[in-house]
């Protein structure tokens, strides 16, 4: 199954950088902290990801490089994904309010799961936000959020089985919190093996099918000038 080898692949691009994992980790526990510098900390640890999952060496000038170039573009975009979240939290939290919405109970048991299902979707999008970012050759903010959703929609059985992978991963770290350090790790190594191969797949298919639709159109004309 497709995302079982992702999910192998994944780990073991985790594994294989484990120390810089580990050392980075704890750089962005403390950079949380602070807030600000902890989507900059990130953009760090997506680079040794992405330099994993390609099988390339690491070495701390391409992590402050990788910072430099991708930390305000990662700051941006932590801010525009808590936005969204918050604009569905709202949401959620005035139609389940009786005493703030104007509507009646009756309407909050059909506007619930439409915005937990809005909040999966941007979950989704969120996960796969961060290596689309480090990945493709232009990436502005439109297009990496537009991708990440398109990602969502058309794979949507192994985005779900890659999120509920990465909770039971949170829970497992939560448990063991000195897993903590090296969780963030382990799902950029995740997201951005995933993001990379069903990008592959999507594009291989599109490519199989404009080739089957052209040698459709080379009969039908063969056909034309047999007449």
């Known amino acids: 199954m497709r995302v079982l080898r992702i999910i192998g692949s994944g780990a073991v691009a985790f594994y294989d950088e484990l ?16 807030i600000i510098p902890g989507p900059f900390a990130m953009a760090g640890i997506y680079t040794v990801g992405q330099q994993s999952v390609r099988t390339k060496g690491v070495n701390w000038p391409m992590i402050w490089d990788g ?3 991708y930390g305000p573009r990662s700051l941006l975009l932590f801010f525009i994904i808590v936005a969204v979240y ?6 959620l ?22 915005f937990i299902f809005f909040g999966v979707i941007w979950t989704g999008v969120a996960f796969y936000a961060q290596s689309l970012l480090m990945e493709l050759q232009e990436p502005t903010m439109v297009l990496v959020l537009r991708n990440s959703l398109f990602l969502t929609i ?34 950029c190594c995740l997201s951005l093996t995933a993001a990379r191969q069903l ?8 490519e199989a099918k404009g ?17």
């Open 93 to 114: 939290w005035f139609y389940l309010n009786p005493d703030i919405s104007p509507f009646p109970a009756s309407v909050a048991v059909w506007t619930t799961p439409i």
């Open 199 to 206: 990008i592959t797949d999507l594009t291989e298919r599109a």
């Open 67 to 69: 910072i430099k170039e």
């Open 154 to 187: 058309l794979q949507p059985v192994q985005t779900l089985v890659l999120l509920i992978v990465t909770l039971l991963s949170l829970a497992l770290s939560i448990a063991l919190p000195v897993l903590l350090i090296v969780w963030p790790g382990f799902v």
């Open 19 to 34: 120390f810089f994992f580990m050392m980075l980790g704890l750089i962005n526990l403390l950079s949380w902290i602070l």
């Open 211 to 227: 080739l089957a639709e052209k040698g459709v159109d080379e009969e039908e004309e063969d056909s034309r000038d047999a007449r």
């Open 86 to 91: 918050g604009v569905i939290g709202i949401n």
